[in-house]
Each structure stands twice: as structure tokens, then as C-alpha cells.
């Protein structure tokens, strides 16, 4: 007995036309989707553009508007009393404000070291002083301004009759690379020490000055401390 021949099954052209149709919808949807996607990021990107370059013009042109009133207050502090009659003092106080002023807008190493010689000239030598801690903290990294800095200090210490304080910086002083530090802190501490009546230990001070640098600048003022020393 022949075997019944078995009849394939043809899927239906409707049910191929909906499979289609689904595979398009779901393609659709997933392009819309990264279109949706696409323009967030670019909107994202877009906001932070503008904010880079916001902050850039912004930062532009506070640096140019702190440098305009450095310069004016570097003129005023540094150049005669316009008016011929108005006190000493008044010149720095002005100075002062502009090198404040231009500090806020943007923070400078060489405005914040005026600012304390500002001070200095005033006659505040604990706004002085505050001033120089603050740079020696805020910029251990300006290498040609610290010694500076240190020298000031110790001028404001002396004023001050604190005299171990500025022996203390001046130890510091001499620790930096190159002999014009280390030869104007042994004729500073010889000084020092002299005002605090320790000869002895002063004349140590200039003669380690007179053997190690016989070519300092400070050479005939140590030969002379020793000379008078000898007398």
C-alpha cells in the first residue's frame, strides 16, 4: 500500500507581510530612538561648549582687567606722590586697594608679594607678615620669588624687635640654590647677632662670609665687621 505523500505547509503571504511589517516598526523605533539619543548628546555637548567657552572669554578677561589695575597700582607704588603734598602713606593705601582689588579678580604671586610691601610701607607689619605666610604657603613652587618673600619677612621681624624669628628665616634663606642668598643671610645674621650682643657669634658669621665667598658684594662689609672687631 503506496505511503500518503505528505503535503508541505506554505506559510501564508499574510503572515509574511505582518513579520515584515513588525521588523520595520521595530527598526523604525530603534532608529528614532538613537536620533533621540544623537540630539541629546549633541545637546549635552553643546551646554558644555558654552560653559568652556564662557568661562574662557570670562577668564580672559579678568586676567586682562587684574593686570590693567596691577599695572596702575605698580605705578602708583613705585613712582613719586602726584600730588607733591599728600602724605606718603596715601599713595600706598591707593596702591594697596588696586593690588587687593586686582588679587580678588586673580590670584598672582607677584600682586600678593606687593601687597605685603604695600603693608610694609604702611607700617602694618602684622598684615605684613600674614601676607608673606601666605605666599611662602600658597606658592613654595616660585622659586625666584620665596627668597624675596624671606627677606622681607626678615626686615618686618626686625621691626618688629622679634630677632630669633628673623634668624630663623634667614636659616632658611641661606638653604636656597646660589651664593647671593647664602652670603646676604650669614651678613644679615651677623647683624642680627650683633644687636643681640652676641659678638663672638656674629664675627663667625662674617668670616664664614669672607672664606667661602671672597667674591660677594658684601665682602667689604664683613671685612670690615672683622676689621673693627681686630681694633
Known amino acids: 500500500m ?5 503535503k508541505k505547509t506554505v506559510k501564508k503571504k499574510k503572515d509574511s507581510e505582518d513579520e515584515v511589517r513588525e521588523k520595520l516598526t521595530g527598526l523604525r523605533d530603534t532608529l528614532q530612538q538613537r536620533q533621540k539619543d544623537f540630539i541629546k548628546y549633541i545637546v549635552i555637548a553643546l551646554i558644555i561648549f558654552i560653559i568652556i567657552g564662557g568661562y574662557m572669554i570670562y577668564s580672559r578677561q579678568a586676567g586682562s582687567k587684574a593686570y590693567q589695575l596691577r599695572q596702575e597700582a605698580s605705578m602708583i607704588y613705585h613712582g613719586p606722590d602726584r600730588t607733591g603734598q599728600a602724605p606718603a602713606g596715601e599713595k600706598y593705601q591707593r596702591a594697596l586697594e588696586l593690588f587687593q582689588e586686582s588679587y580678588e579678580i586673580r590670584k ?6 606687593y601687597i605685603a610691601a604695600c603693608f610694609d610701607q604702611l607700617g602694618k607689619n602684622n ?9 611662602v604657603r600658597k606658592y613654595p613652587q616660585e ?6 618673600a624671606y627677606q622681607k619677612m626678615v626686615s618686618v621681624y626686625k621691626k618688629q624687635g622679634k630677632l630669633n624669628e628673623a634668624l630663623e628665616t634667614l636659616n632658611t634663606l641661606s638653604g636656597y640654590e646660589g651664593d647671593i642668598y647664602k652670603d646676604l643671610a650669614l651678613m644679615e645674621s651677623g647683624k642680627i647677632l650683633e644687636q643681640m650682643g652676641k659678638p663672638d657669634e656674629a664675627q663667625k658669621k662674617y668670616q664664614e ?7 660677594s658684594p658684601f665682602i667689604e662689609e664683613a671685612l670690615s665687621k672683622l676689621s673693627d672687631k681686630k681694633e
Open 108 to 113: 598672582s604671586p607677584i600682586t600678593l608679594l
Open 2 to 6: 503506496p505511503k500518503p505523500i505528505k
Open 209 to 215: 662670609l669672607v672664606t667661602k665667598y671672597p667674591n
Open 143 to 148: 622659586e625666584k620669588l620665596l627668597p624675596l
Open 127 to 135: 598684615e605684613a607678615l600674614e601676607a608673606l605666610k601666605n605666599f
